[in-house]
């Protein structure tokens, strides 16, 4: 099973930190008190809640409706009575809150009646759905929604399936002890992925520092008679990045500006697949994960996790020590600092690690830039991140995009490796949100403009068609005037004349006639334009609000006074000894 | 709660590691220098390192930067023993702190310090003095003179007159100088060789200092502070033009083993011409950067009025980096074959 590996440039080797977290199998993490389950777990639309506060909700219960194709469900972790649905922090760096299902466990964890997906005669289309609905989404971190990815391209045939149990990051090894204690489920999930997929090869990529989890893997894709390819790769920081792994699998780089399935590939992590057969083969919705409790604690462990945990209680059962003085989600190179104890574990929560000066001494200050170029070395996507920094610091935003800043994944290998301490995914990150900030407000002010243009356009016309038709009226009175007139004339002249006179005699009166209606044409024109100019300053002035209009009557009163007082005292009207003018008329 | 970005775990390096290494790296260089023209280089590394973090500590103090956290960086330090490394080893000591604080206060830290700078700040010290003081910058101590440092501390001090023996030629400006007199009539063989100048190879003793050099380079790069890039293509360019010559003309060009392995050209290969802050960063543009400065050394050395050519040739170079930097702009992962 010799397979040709490629490799790719830059990356780090970060102290793996992995053995403490792998000597005991998983353990069940107890019920927590309450249970905060925030409804938008995904990228994607935000599912909206269908549950409200008093609500008895069994465990597996739907409590938030996927909006659009690309989001997913949310389900009640376990039984008990909804609290309320509020706003709660998240853990996310911004500390911002959103919108989560309070959940009081009634300790009884009674499953909602739930049966297997009749897998065998469902459409792909029907599976994708079903996914959808159970809430399987990507659980290597980025949370996309499991089901948008489960569609080949219409024109690339899709030639590697890629799954993705590098674990690169330093610390986490859920899904190590995943892949060592449930392999077989993991295995039958990928089926489901390559059923909907149709590719040529499976290749299962595992870093070569977990040969137990490759072995494991190894038996179960043999015992099920698959013809899945288990892949140690070397372990190298960021080996796990899915479009890092594509590229030690397959040879292929996905750049930012393409689906990795344009080029016939795609990737899935071990935990999704995971969840996605424990929904088809037991119809259990994603209301649990893996979560890796390690860093500055006493019994580091894995734990088997209800979404919605409190993060703070969830730790003590790794007993930090008394230094501990933050929780970091995620691993040390890509996590974040959450912005309060009480954030609940979501999906994408794949480690909790115990923050403390002792294992993550306090960085020395910032240095400039030396230009050294250890960070183009060390970058996995060849960029030149010391560029990229000069750039975003100068707010030079146009030069860090045509530095490919968005090709950045922001593994934090720069960083790692910088001698002058610069925290350079930290000025890409603020680079990359202003660009964002100012493409939307563009966007906006654009949409803002043709509005208005619009507006003006549509004023334009209708002024225009309604001096038309006021001429035309006018024009039409005139020439019936005429007309009139020259009938009567007609009348006055001798009826012999009258007589006698060819048709062609009456040509100056009917020749005078539209002079006259001309005129009155334009005239009414011209009136018109004057009135409808009169009524749009009417309208204009009606429109402009005044600071003094939404006052109350006696507010308005002292207005009023202060005004007259103003004007006693010439403060205010430039000819003395004119009255002073109701408030209303002053704010002209 | 705190806020502090990732990544938590960070690889343990800092400036003044890099710079210290550095040092370290030029120690087998200055060591076969002080045994071949006494402690007096020593003397000048110390009166050099001083003047430094002199012009250093006053720089920043003006401009209200942390003191400690810059002058410990070692940056000044590695250019102090630059120049020293780069001037007469006899030179006056007002010249080499002249040169010195030149190179911070100027070069340096009117540029914005640490990082900043668009010319190497050592050459810059070489190219002001070589112009101001071109006699005293081209006195070499003659080839087997023997002072005592006491002696020699008199002369760096000023306390001794200057005697003829100290205003010797390097073995490069004295083959050129030779070459030149003899106007053809006088052989490269034939000069080299008079071993008491040309030693081995090179220059007598001078060919030990460049070995020095060179082992000193090889650690930087096995340590991974240096890239091959640039000393190659340094080296490679020229061997390539005085080779050429040589093969063209071996009675008037020297040997590219004597180019290599006299003058700066060792020197500035590993340890000039790789400094980060003022020259190429793309891989393709420090090969550029590389063989610019080996040409250009050895037509400013050969056919030029000065010495040696390694500063200027540097300088130059320093001056076309932006531009090969942004024209030799790497492909990125995954736009490889568009590019």
Known sequence: ?588 | MMFAPAPYLLKDVSVSQVMTQVCIALVPGIAAYAWLVGPAILVQIVIASLAALLAEALMLRIQGKPLAMFLSDGSAVVTAWLIALAFPPLAPWWLVVTGTVFAIVVAKQLYGGLGQNPFNPAMIAFAVCIVAFPALMSQWPSVGLQLSLVDQMNVILGFMPRVDALSGATPLDAMKTALKLGEGSVDVAHLLANQDIYGNFAGRGWEWVAVGYLVGGLWLFQRKLITWHVPTAFIGALVVISGALWLYNPAQFASPLFHLFSGAAMLGAFFIATDPVSGCTTPRGKLIFGAGCGLLAYIIRVFGGYPDGVAFAVLLMNLSAPVIDLLTQPPIFGMKDKA
Not at chain 1, 27 to 40: D, E, F, G, K
């Open chain 1, 1 to 588: 099973m010799l397979m040709n590996l490629f490799k790719f440039k830059g990356g780090v080797k970060p102290p793996t930190n992995k053995t403490q977290s792998v000597t005991l199998p998983i353990a069940q993490a107890p019920l927590p008190s309450r249970l905060v389950v925030p409804l938008h777990q995904s990228i994607g639309g935000v599912p909206q809640p269908v549950v409200q506060a008093g609500d008895k909700v069994l465990k597996g219960q739907l409590i938030g409706e996927a909006d659009g194709w690309i989001s997913a469900a949310v389900h009640a972790p376990t039984s008990g009575t909804v609290l309320e649905v509020a706003m709660h922090v998240q853990p996310h760096p911004s500390g911002l809150d959103a919108m989560c299902v309070v959940i009081e466990p009634d300790g009884k964890d009674e499953w909602i009646a739930h049966q297997p997906f009749d897998y065998a005669n469902a459409a792909p289309e029907a599976v994708r759905e079903y996914l959808q609905q159970s809430g399987v989404v990507g659980l290597g971190g980025a949370v996309f929604p499991t089901h948008g990815k489960l569609t080949p391209s219409k024109t690339v045939p899709m030639e590697e399936l890629v799954i993705n149990g590098a674990e690169c990051e330093p610390f986490i090894t859920c899904d190590d002890l995943l892949m060592r204690e449930r392999a077989e489920e993991v295995v039958r999930g990928i089926g489901i992925f390559r059923d909907l997929l149709q590719p040529k090869k499976v290749l299962i990529g595992i870093e070569d520092n977990k040969p137990e989890a490759a072995a494991a893997m190894r038996a179960a894709v043999d015992a099920l008679g698959e013809a899945f390819l288990v892949v140690p790769v070397p372990t190298l920081y960021p080996a796990g990045g899915a479009k890092q792994l594509i590229r030690v699998l397959t040879g292929k780089e996905v750049p930012a500006s393409k689906r990795s399935t344009d080029l016939g590939v795609q990737c899935f992590n071990v935990a999704t697949a995971y969840t996605a057969w424990r929904a088809i083969a037991h119809g259990e919705p994603v209301v649990s994960r893996l979560v890796t409790l390690s860093g500055n604690v006493h019994a580091p462990r894995n734990y088997e996790v209800l979404i919605g945990t409190p993060m703070g209680e969830l730790l003590q059962l790794a007993q930090p020590h008394p230094d501990t003085d933050g929780i970091v989600m995620g691993g040390p190179m890509m996590g974040f600092l959450v912005p309060d104890a009480k954030v609940p574990v979501v999906k994408a929560t794949n480690c909790l690690i115990a923050h403390s000066d002792r294992i993550f001494p306090p960085k020395a200050p910032e240095m400039p830039c030396i230009r050294c170029g250890a960070c183009a070395q060390a970058c996995p996507h060849e960029l030149q991140p010391f560029e990229m920094y000069w750039f975003s610091r100068a707010k030079n935003f146009g030069k860090t995009q045509e530095y490919h800043i968005f090709d950045c994944i922001e593994c934090g290998c720069c960083s790692f490796v910088c001698p002058s301490r610069i925290p350079l995914v930290q000025y890409f990150r603020f680079a990359k949100s202003e660009i964002w900030a100012r493409e939307r407000e563009k966007k906006a002010a654009d949409t803002a403009k043709e509005r208005f243009e619009f507006k003006q356009l549509r004023e334009e016309r209708e002024k225009a068609e309604k001096a038309e038709k006021l001429a035309k009226a006018a024009a039409a009175q005139a020439a019936k005037k005429a007309a009139e007139a020259a009938a009567a004339a007609a009348a006055e002249s001798t009826a012999p004349a009258a007589a006698a006179a060819p048709a062609g005699e009456a040509a100056p009166s009917t020749d005078a006639a539209p002079a006259v209606a001309v005129d009155a044409a334009q005239e009414a024109k011209k009136a018109a334009i004057a009135a409808a100019m009169a009524r749009a300053k009417a309208q204009r002035e009606a429109a402009q609000p005044k600071n003094t209009e939404v006052l109350s009557s006696a507010a308005q009163h002292d207005v009023a006074d202060i005004e007259a007082r103003r004007a006693a005292a010439h403060l205010t009207d430039p000819e003395p000894g004119t009255p002073p003018a109701p408030a209303s008329e002053k704010a002209e």
